[in-house]
């Protein structure tokens, strides 16, 4: 394992199509939700799960976007029991499960603006801590919550995504949102830089890290890649350190 620390372009269709392409089985334990399948919006897929501490006092919220191939009810406990225990609440929300095309990447950006103005409204009721939002995902979870994540609404502290930005080749238009005042940001990979055969390139994770430090704020991005040679390579093991280590500062 190695640490690294310091508007839809055209060519972005390369990277949704890729996701059409990725299917990963489910595996390992699934966290039971303290509430499920609770609406955010209209539509039918607009549903969310939440996974709440004990307690009543206000907690820092993760929002997790899952990969192609799955759903929102697949929040692992192999993460998951540790960032509740934590004190830290989940909200896993669902879109378009499988992005298969620009539309339905473009549905899954529209609908991340309704869930976290859900979010935002029902913050009192589910004791969330609304100055204390946590942006993430895995995989296909990366690209549909990259344009919130980089919005830089006052409320968004950290960014944390796992197998981030997959593709064939790295589109630079995704660096231009990362802005001076970007948030702390964490991207966790199973495989090395250069791999092939295998989509999830830490490199693109490695250019993200390059534009905060070319921007002064290297010191906010760290990347961990090549987890599977290691005895854990569950990439969102990380949620409870990230997020305790940004709301500490």
Not at 192 to 198: A, R, S
Request: charge should be negative; proline fraction near 5%.
């Amino acid at each position: 394992m190695e640490y690294y620390r310091n508007r839809p372009a055209k060519e972005l269709l390369a990277f949704v199509c890729v996701l059409s392409l990725i299917s990963t089985a489910l595996v390992g334990e699934v966290k039971t939700p303290t509430h499920a399948k609770v609406s955010y919006g209209l539509e039918d897929r607009q549903w969310l799960n939440l996974y709440l501490p004990s307690g009543d006092e206000p907690t820092p919220v993760f929002i997790y976007a899952h990969h192609n191939g799955s759903t929102a009810d697949d929040v692992q406990s192999n993460w998951a029991d540790s960032t509740v225990a934590s004190g830290i609440a989940i909200v896993s929300w669902e879109s378009i499960a499988k992005v298969q095309g620009m539309a339905d990447y473009q549905t899954c950006l529209a609908d991340a603006k309704v869930m976290f103005a859900w979010v935002k409204e029902n913050a009192f009721s589910y004791n969330f801590d609304a100055d204390k939002i946590f942006i993430g995902g895995q995989s296909r979870g990366s690209f549909v919550s990259w344009e919130l994540a980089h919005s830089l609404d006052q409320s968004i502290v950290g960014i944390y995504m796992g197998q981030a930005l997959p593709g064939n080749s790295f589109n630079e238009r995704l660096l231009e949102p990362i802005a001076k005042n970007a948030p702390p940001i964490f991207l966790a990979y199973r495989k090395e830089p250069g791999v092939e055969g295998d989509i999830h390139d830490p490199a693109h994770g490695l250019r993200v890290i390059e534009r905060y430090k070319n921007l002064g704020i290297g010191d906010s991005a760290e990347l961990v890649h090549s987890l599977n040679g290691t005895s854990n390579n569950q990439v969102m093991q990380f949620v409870p350190k990230f997020v305790r280590s940004v709301v500490s500062n």
